[in-house]
Structures are given as structure tokens and as C-alpha cells.
């Protein structure tokens, strides 16, 4: 047999991965981005990475491994928060949180200035039908809070969300930043 051109260099895949777990996450912003939904509704994107401890830059490796099998690869680090009507004091709470963990930061209107800031993710399991017709689970961010409370853990883990459950739609739940866009990186 001949050696495959590039077989030193290739990572191999052993189909073992980092895997987040659900609970809280010091979180740091990449990038921010207003945008719209589907029905036409304003959300602010958040583009994050995990910013401390064991799981320190988790996004940014998973995209670097999953960007050497397909360059089509996209960041898995998103929080998506509605900002009007019924969502908007879980807009107002995320954006407090932000302040209040970044001393001396006050929110100008101006997402551009969210990139640099940290804050307290809680994540929590989320089951999706995946491209093979079977049910499996990942991890997001479903709330955003201060790093205090995460610090200290006055943060509830959010129950599982089912891929079966009729339940309205979350937060986190909307369309994805079209296919066509640069973020992130």
C-alpha cells in the first residue's frame, strides 16, 4: 500500500471529543450582531467562547477540528436574545448582567462594544434530530448572567429541552446567522 499524501500531518480521528457540560460558564463576546428572525422580530447575536477554566477557548478548538474535515464549518458558540415585546426584560436582565460584569461597562446601544466583555453563561441539554434521523443532544447556552452568580453558583441548570417537546419557542430558537455571513472569525 502507498502512503496518502499528508498522512504525518493529519490529525486522527479517534471520535473522542471534548464534550461541555451543562452548568455555568465564564463566557467571553467574539462578536455581536443585531439581526432578524423569520417573523421579523430584532435579535442580538452573541458569537462567545468560554473564557476561564477547564473548558478555556472550548469553540474556538471544536471549530478547529471540525474545520479540518469541512471547510464549511461554522461557529457552534451562539446565543441568540430577542429584544422586544414579551423578551425584553430577558433582554434588559442579559444586558445587566454584561454591566455588572464588566466593571465600568455601560451598554451605549452599539453592539460593536459587547466584543471583549465577559459574562456568567448558564448551559443546559438540548436534544435536536440530527442529519441521520436520530435524536441527539448538545449542550448551549440557554440564560446569560453575571460571572458572580456563576462564580458562586446561584444559577439553576435548566431542565433538559426535549426534541419532542411541544413547547413554545425559546429564545435560543431561531434561525441560524445566514449561511453567507462572516461570523465569526
Known sequence: MKKPDGYDTTQAATGEYEILPAGGHICIIKQAKVDKT??????????????????????????DRRKESNPDAKWQGTFRQLTEGKSLPFFKGMIDAIEKSNSGFKWNWDEATLKGKVFGGVFGEEEYEGSDGKIHTSVKCRFARTVEAVKTGKFSIPDK?????????????????DENDDLPF
Request: net charge negative.
Open 38 to 63: 423569520s417573523t421579523d422580530k430584532e435579535v442580538l447575536i452573541l458569537v462567545f467562547d468560554i473564557h476561564e477554566g477547564e473548558f478555556k477557548d472550548y469553540y474556538k478548538r471544536n471549530f
Open 161 to 177: 429541552k426535549l426534541a419532542s417537546s411541544s413547547s413554545t419557542q425559546g429564545i435560543n430558537d431561531y434561525p441560524p446567522i
